[in-house]
């Protein structure tokens, strides 16, 4: 084919042969963005995908052009590893996540922080745009989700209920939903109008490093765990798990049902 063609082609001039019998594919480097003094944990293309994000061991995120292919802005408020960053759903504002035990939110013009979430007991691994770009989640290894509000900062919401730290967020495509993956091995899903969990997955032996939804509808939820696994999850079943709860101070459930019902009423 033409694409094992050209990728041949590359994999020559980098003095590289491909075996077309090899179900593994071999990278074929386009463009190398160098910058960081530690780790990459996390990368993040913008939506036009005129930028490109990346989060580091280093301490900081840094900006870069895909086009330029230079390095825009190193940001560099947090003071410990970043694990996380995410592009909001418009462009333009990012969100990031820190072993500082803080979520930060940005503006891509300027280098400081326009919101600094500060409630998580310990580190910050995962952070997740609601589809309306009025809330983020965080995930942390204090075993906790929270949604914050990104206009004032405030913490609106508290999930618990998973028994490991938490390792990875999705939010469904209509914004009703979000789901968590934890150390424990565990999928929650919750319902963020009523802010309760509607469903709990287990199977995973050990953490749970990635989740998305499918798109459309999001019936199915896909996880990837350490256990050297990818699981696919029917939940639009809507079945409810009675093991677990979550809790929750102030606005916690009026922001869960705004949370839902922006995103319903914007699509």
């Known amino acids: 084919s033409k694409t094992m063609a050209a990728l041949a082609a590359a994999a020559a001039a980098a003095g590289e042969k491909i075996d077309r019998n090899s179900k593994v594919a071999k990278p074929v480097p386009l463009i190398e963005f160098v910058g960081h003094s530690s780790a990459v944990h996390g990368v993040s293309f913008s939506p036009g995908n005129d930028f490109l994000l990346s989060c580091s061991r280093d301490s900081s995120v840094r900006l870069w052009s895909v ?4 390095c825009l802005c190193a940001y560099n408020s947090h003071n410990y590893p970043v694990w996380d960053v995410q592009w909001c759903g418009t462009g333009h504002y990012f ?36 589809p309306n770009t009025n809330y983020i989640a965080t995930g942390s290894a204090d075993r906790t989700v929270r949604l914050w509000d990104v206009q004032t900062g405030d913490c609106v919401r508290i999930f618990t209920g998973h ?39 287990g199977g995973h032996r050990g953490p749970v490093y990635s989740l998305d939804y499918s798109g459309g509808a999001g019936r199915l939820l896909a996880s990837g765990g350490a256990d050297e696994t990818v699981r696919l999850w029917d939940v639009s079943s809507g079945g409810r798990s009675s093991d677990n709860t979550s809790s929750g101070a102030g606005a916690g459930a009026d922001a869960g049902a705004d949370a839902a019902g922006g995103a319903a009423g914007a699509s």
């Open 67 to 70: 086009e330029l292919e230079i």
């Open 95 to 130: 969100a990031s996540a820190s072993h500082d035990q803080t979520a930060r939110v940005w503006a891509m013009d300027t280098p400081h922080p326009r919101r600094i979430m500060v409630g998580h007991l310990a580190d910050v691994d995962c952070v997740a745009w609601h």
């Open 163 to 201: 028994r490991g730290g938490v390792r990875s967020l999705a939010m469904s495509p209509d914004g009703k939903s979000m789901a968590s993956g934890s150390d424990d091995g565990g999928v929650l899903v919750w319902d963020l109008a009523t802010a309760k969990c509607s469903q709990a997955f």
